[in-house]
């Protein structure tokens, strides 16, 4: 089962319409966001992850790099965030930034991101801050038990950001977990809907018929 809105509110003069989708690391809302794209078709949505906009911390040493707490707000541009979800509401193009895991970097490449009728906002604290929440017009949160979470993020840092077992470990117990009970947890009160255990065929589908009902009045 999940937690449903009993009617859905269109955003008022047929602008696009903002979807924002949180949960804790490793919960699956990357595979949420990924299935809205392809279900309603790239031409017609934008993804905008909040984890490119991870602060530059290039001038730093890479040993002091990878102690900085990743999982906290103040680790992330927001406010960047937040210019370019209203250009993109307001019809403008953005020059996303590139974030480098492997060496917790911002690269001096950006990527285009054209404003589209439906516009996808993910991460685990696009919750947390009230000025991005104010422009959201559907949050999901994917609430998925930790050992899944935990299992998720060990597997997805060893093989895709060059991360050690010790390492991802520690991270986790260090910063991870109390910064989730802290930030990420407690922004499950802003939801709309909330998916449980990731990809949910019900939960999904009716986030899809939301989205098509929304574009077939635009």
């Not at 809302?29 to 078709?41: D, F, N, P, R, Y």
């Not at 960047?80 to 590139?98: F, M, N, T, W, Y």
């Not at 986790?172 to 499950?188: G, N």
Request: charged share 30%; net charge negative; no cysteine.
């Amino acid at each position: 089962m999940f937690k449903g809105p009993e009617r859905f509110e269109l955003p008022e003069g047929g602008g696009p319409l903002v979807i924002g989708v949180a949960g804790g690391s490793g919960s699956g809302k990357t595979t949420i966001s990924s299935a809205i794209v392809e279900q309603i078709g790239r031409d017609r949505v934008a993804l905008v992850e909040h984890d490119s906009y991870y602060r530059e911390y290039g001038s730093l040493p890479v040993e002091e790099r990878a102690k900085i707490n990743f999982d906290h707000p103040d680790s992330l541009e927001t406010e960047l965030l937040i210019s370019h979800l209203r250009a993109l509401i307001d019809g403008q193009p953005i020059e996303k930034p590139v974030y480098d895991f492997t060496t917790h970097s911002r690269l001096p490449q950006t990527v285009t991101v054209n404003p589209k009728p439906t516009i996808v906002v993910d991460g685990i604290l696009v919750f947390t801050e009230q000025e991005l929440r104010e422009l959201m017009d559907l949050k999901i949160y994917v609430d998925t038990d930790a050992d899944l979470r935990v299992l998720r993020r060990l597997q997805r840092d060893i093989e895709e950001r060059d991360r050690t077992l010790d390492s991802v470990v520690s991270q986790y117990l260090s910063t991870v977990r109390p910064m989730h009970l802290q930030f990420v947890e407690p922004s499950k009160r802003y939801a709309d809907i909330i998916i449980p255990e990731g990809y949910n065929r019900r939960a999904v589908a009716t986030v899809m018929g939301m989205v098509r009902e929304y574009l077939r009045q635009g």
